[in-house]
């Protein structure tokens, strides 16, 4: 049996806990440089905002609907990230953190797990603050599947029995209660079906998950894929996906991996760190994006009761987005080392790459480093920059300036401060 917590507009959410004047408002999360949006409130999806749609189409209802709209604020949800994952990840003995908002959790055996979820997600809600909703089924599709219904019944009422709402678990459903859930989910909505496979089946006259689950293995693994079909046992009821063996989400890529026995040594972390910003950046070229940010978590095991207790995370922003491996590992080695304290019994590690980019967009940047570069031109060049247009028009960012000087010089105007990783941006209750 498999469960899935995952955050409800995750972005929005980790905002609306530093500024409750947000709840029950639209809200949208802008991409760096304040593109295009990556995370949506409820509010706004009903406003018609799509996910990735441009900021300039919707601009317009910051007026007419009181959208609010925010900067994209990586530091503080890897943070709440690695919260969440520590708390959901007393469901169960094991633990998949499968993007920044969402983790698989193995909890065969786990008794009266429908009961559990629910206490571990008032947990969730009332430690940290985000609404999660949790799927619970015997396969990670149905787990996936499960959690989309309890988003649902929650969202909309109607959509789903209400006893679905906020946790769903379809492993104690009788056969002809799940087919009707089943048949209520549109196939678009099953993980693993993309678009150009949806059409595909669309085409061949199906419309639900059920549909679906009703084709034969062998006919989809001969007309489609060997990936489709395992969705289709998947759907069976048939694990065919095992924890830390999925495919890369689409907003953020993570890999992560409990380790088979504690770690203790930074060198042992620097060396399980290095392979898996390895194969996160791999997936990353795969897929045609750039990494604006990454992520670096190390935990211990809540259950090694006898072991000190040590969670941290830290993201990092990259100087320019990038794909590649060495760069990362780099940022990946520095990070780990910022966050790492000896004596602690080590169970878990993990990279994530955010802020996640096409590579045929980039951001326009003269490479001054670059080897055998003409300063002297350069500096001509300078000077008469400052003369035309004033002192100070073009001048080296690096003078004076902290970590955080880069940050604001991009257009990030609305980012909210990095209220649980700054002493100096702490939220203050009372003035
Ligand atoms: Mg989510």
Not at 98 to 126: C, K, M, N, W
Not at 320 to 326: V, Y
Not at 374 to 380: F, Q, S, T, V
Not at 392 to 412: F, P, Y
Request: hydrophobic share 40%; charged share 25%.
């Amino acid at each position: 049996m498999y469960a899935l917590v995952d955050g409800n507009n995750f972005y929005v959410s980790c905002e609306r806990v530093f500024r409750p004047s947000l709840q029950g408002r639209p809200v949208v999360v802008l991409s760096n440089n304040d593109g295009c949006a990556i995370a949506r409130s409820n509010e706004a999806k009903a406003l018609g905002i799509g996910m990735g749609q441009p900021y300039h189409e919707f601009r317009r209802l910051e007026g007419d609907a009181g959208l609010v709209t925010l900067s994209a604020n990586f530091t503080l949800y890897g943070d709440m990230s690695t919260r969440l994952m520590s708390i959901a990840a007393g469901l169960g003995p094991e633990q998949e953190i499968y993007s920044i908002d969402e983790s698989f959790v193995g909890v065969a055996g786990v008794p009266a797990i429908t009961r559990r979820a629910h206490l571990v997600r008032e947990r969730l809600l009332q430690w940290i603050g985000v609404p999660c909703g949790i799927g619970i089924g015997p396969t990670k599709t149905l787990a996936k599947l499960a959690n989309h219904v309890a988003k649902s019944a929650d969202r909309k009422p109607g959509s789903y029995p209400g006893e679905f709402a906020r946790v769903a678990n379809l492993g104690e459903l009788p056969a002809s209660d799940l087919d009707a859930v089943l048949a209520a989910t549109e196939l678009g909505d099953v993980w693993g079906i993309g678009r150009r496979i949806g059409e595909q089946l669309r085409a061949a006259g199906l419309r639900t998950a059920l549909d679906v689950a009703r084709l034969d293995p062998a006919t989809v693994r001969r007309r489609w894929s060997v990936v489709l079909e395992r969705t289709v046992r998947e759907l069976q009821g048939q694990p065919c996906i095992q924890l830390e063996d999925a495919a890369a989400a689409k907003k953020e890529i993570a890999c992560t991996r409990s380790f088979g026995r504690t770690i203790q040594r930074l060198q042992d972390l620097q060396e399980a760190v290095t392979e898996f910003v390895g194969r996160a950046a791999e997936k990353l070229r795969r897929q045609e994006s750039l990494a604006g940010q990454l992520l670096v978590f190390i935990h211990t095991s809540p259950f090694r009761r006898q072991d000190r207790q040590y969670a941290r995370s830290i993201t990092v922003p990259l100087r320019r987005p990038t794909a590649d491996t060495l760069h990362l590992a780099d940022v990946a080695i520095t990070a780990l080392q910022a966050i790492y304290r000896p004596g602690y019994n080590y169970a878990k590690a993990g990279v994530m790459l955010l802020d996640l980019q096409d590579q045929a967009v980039k951001q326009g940047e003269l490479d001054l480093d670059e080897p055998g570069a003409d300063r002297g031109r350069l500096m001509a060049a300078m000077d008469a920059i400052n003369r035309r247009h004033g002192r100070g028009a073009v001048h080296a960012a690096s003078a004076g300036t902290t970590g955080d000087r880069r940050e604001w010089a991009m257009r990030q105007q609305r980012r909210t401060p990095h209220y649980t990783t700054d002493w100096r941006q702490l939220p203050i209750a009372r003035a």
